[in-house]
């Protein structure tokens, strides 16, 4: 358990570090283990001293929902806390590994304490989900959006060289690509998008020539590679620097600005990240004015710069 001397050096640090690359705000997020084992009053004790360093700082808990209670979320209110729950599926997803000590499964009170929690305004972060490849991918997927969850992620299995994860084989093909895959054209075919992911996010956000906030899957982008409406394949750095932040969604007529965030585009992953003007049509490989192709896009339709006026539709 952190002691509360830990605490306090850690912050102490993190305020120095904030302070040499002028950073006005910092996220500090208290993992585990399981960090509501330390029990209300001490956890109090590592809120209070991050709460009270000189650089502002928005804190989240991540947690099994087995602890938690009314006297963790009136912790929560008081300190502005989000808090972020794993869960990883349905009843027999969930239950294959998350047990508890007496082999009981925890589904049904884990489900409960997420109810619990997203009936308080403004601490819900989130569902954070280990891959099992013996998981339907859909119906997990589906069963976590029925707790109407702000956001989404997906955990990769520890693995390595020597000892892959499960059902990673060598010349094996790729079992979690394909699992998130079929977790992406569920998510991203929803008409209006019901949640965010953040992983699937990162990946969107590298191809597309910005920088995914998941190391992850790298920060840097990708190289930017432009799909023609006529098949003609071809790098670009237009969207360098115009995109900075979450992927186009279907269903919204033009990316938000930062000061149209939600009513322009309900469901971007933080419009504040985009740079105006509007997306250049070739990102969608939409034609320009004054050529002889029409295209249809798959992404959100996009007025352009008025000089290029693509059609673009879809």
């Known amino acids: 358990m952190m002691s509360a001397r830990t605490a306090a050096a850690t912050a102490a640090r993190i305020e120095e570090h904030a302070a040499a690359h002028g950073l006005r705000s910092v996220n500090v997020v208290l993992h585990g283990g399981e960090p509501l084992l330390c ?23 991540q947690t099994n929902g087995l602890r938690l209670g009314p006297a963790f ?10 808090v972020g729950v794993s869960m990883d599926g349905g009843r027999a ?20 304490a997420v109810e619990t929690l997203a009936a308080r305004e403004g601490r819900f972060a989130g569902l954070l989900c280990t891959i099992d490849l013996r998981n339907d991918p859909v119906e997990v997927y589906e069963e976590l959006i029925s707790l109407r969850p702000p956001a989404v992620d997906f955990l990769l299995p520890h693995g390595n060289w020597s000892q892959p994860p499960p059902g990673r084989v060598p010349r094996g093909g790729t079992p979690y690509a394909d699992w998130l895959i079929a ?28 920088r995914s906030g998941t190391e992850g899957i790298g920060p840097e982008p990708a190289a930017v590679v432009v799909v023609e409406s006529d098949g003609s394949i071809e790098q670009s750095d237009a969207l360098k620097s115009a995109y900075q932040g979450g992927p ?33 049509a070739r990102a969608y490989g939409c034609a320009a004015a004054g050529t002889s192709r029409t295209a249809t896009a798959t992404g959100p339709a996009s007025t352009g710069p008025a000089s290029t006026a693509p059609t673009c539709t879809g």
Do not use: K
């Open 39 to 61: 029990g209300p009053a001490h956890l109090r004790t590592l809120l209070a001293t991050f709460a009270g360093m000189s650089v502002r700082a928005h804190l989240t808990v």
């Open 73 to 82: 979320l009136d912790l929560f209110d008081e300190f502005r806390v989000r």
């Open 93 to 112: 997803a969930h239950d294959r590994h998350r047990r508890t000590r007496a082999g009981r499964g925890s589904y049904d009170r884990v489900r409960a």
């Open 183 to 210: 977790v992406f054209d569920r998510w991203y075919g929803a008409v209006p998008p019901e949640t965010s992911v953040r992983f699937l996010e990162g990946i969107l956000v590298l191809h597309l020539g910005g």
């Open 248 to 280: 186009p969604r279907p269903g919204c007529t033009s990316p938000p600005t930062p000061s149209t965030p939600s009513s322009a585009c309900p469901g971007w992953p933080s419009a504040g990240r985009l740079r105006p003007p509007a997306w250049p």
